[in-house]
């Protein structure tokens, strides 16, 4: 069978580099977990290395052309191929509560809103792992004070550990890539709940780094905090200024001051 022809619309660029590909694969610790789920395996460079590891593989796969290369190249995957958009899809469907990880050559156009749907799933996922582009590897590890800090690194902390692991040129894709790739993982931590309300916690971070550039005694100012609360020293704070722990901080005292979500 002819190879897949990157689809523009689908954020497609296959990787080339077999070593990179392994080195992915090898960002996988195998702990905590029997199973293992790719999204957007493509032509499938990653999971070759993927089906050599002693974990059971399932792909989730949008493009049915790539549906098609894998169902004829990979007879390891029959029956492991899910033809779905990870988005949207019922994981459960698969996966029945079990414990697995994700990993991936993430299509950048929709790499954060994978983060954020690992996040809703994280009693399930204790680890992820894969390629983003860079600047978003990168800011899902930032720690607090850069610029690149935000919803994604804050949220993302809050549950898992998260490392920045490697660089990926761009001329190692089919396509090439405008920007440069970075490799992380992210691993659960041992205590992930949350002393605070978790809805009150996201909706108090997403709407602080909405104007990131205001302190939080501004940007806050739609939770409707009494005067009392907006006089603590921490709102005269930037976003950025603060760690995870600073936010639950915050979410806990907006808690106390009776703000539901």
Do not use: W
Request: charged share 30%; net charge neutral.
């Amino acid at each position: 069978m002819e190879k897949v022809k990157a689809k523009k619309h689908l954020g497609q660029h296959f990787l080339k580099d077999e070593s990179i590909a392994k080195a992915i694969a090898d960002t996988l610790t195998l702990k905590g977990y029997d199973e293992v789920l790719e999204i957007g395996p493509g032509m499938g460079v990653l999971t070759k290395y993927l089906l050599e590891k002693p974990i059971n593989t399932h792909v989730i796969e949008i493009d049915t052309e790539s549906v098609a290369y894998l169902d004829a190249n990979y007879p390891k995957l029959k029956d492991k191929i899910i033809s779905q958009d990870f988005l949207k899809y019922n994981i459960n469907e698969v996966y029945q509560n079990k414990q697995f990880a994700i990993i991936g050559n993430f299509p950048y156009n929709i790499s954060s809103q994978i983060v954020f749907r690992t996040l809703e799933l994280r009693d399930q996922i204790p680890e992820f792992s894969g390629m983003f582009q860079k600047e978003v590897a990168e800011r899902i590890c930032e720690k607090k004070g850069s610029k690149t800090y935000g919803i994604l690194s804050v949220l993302a902390q809050a549950f898992y550990d998260t490392e920045y692991l490697f660089t990926v040129n761009e001329n190692v894709f089919i396509p090439p890539p405008k920007v440069k790739s970075g490799v992380m993982r992210m691993t659960r931590k041992e205590d992930y709940s949350l002393p605070c309300s978790e809805k009150l916690f996201f909706t108090v971070v997403k709407t602080a780094f909405q104007q990131r550039r205001k302190t939080l005694r501004n940007s806050l100012k739609t939770l409707n905090l009494s005067d009392n609360l907006r006089e603590d020293t921490i709102f005269d704070k930037r976003p950025e200024q603060l760690s995870v722990d600073e936010f639950i901080e915050l979410t806990l005292k907006i808690e106390a001051n009776g703000v539901q979500s």
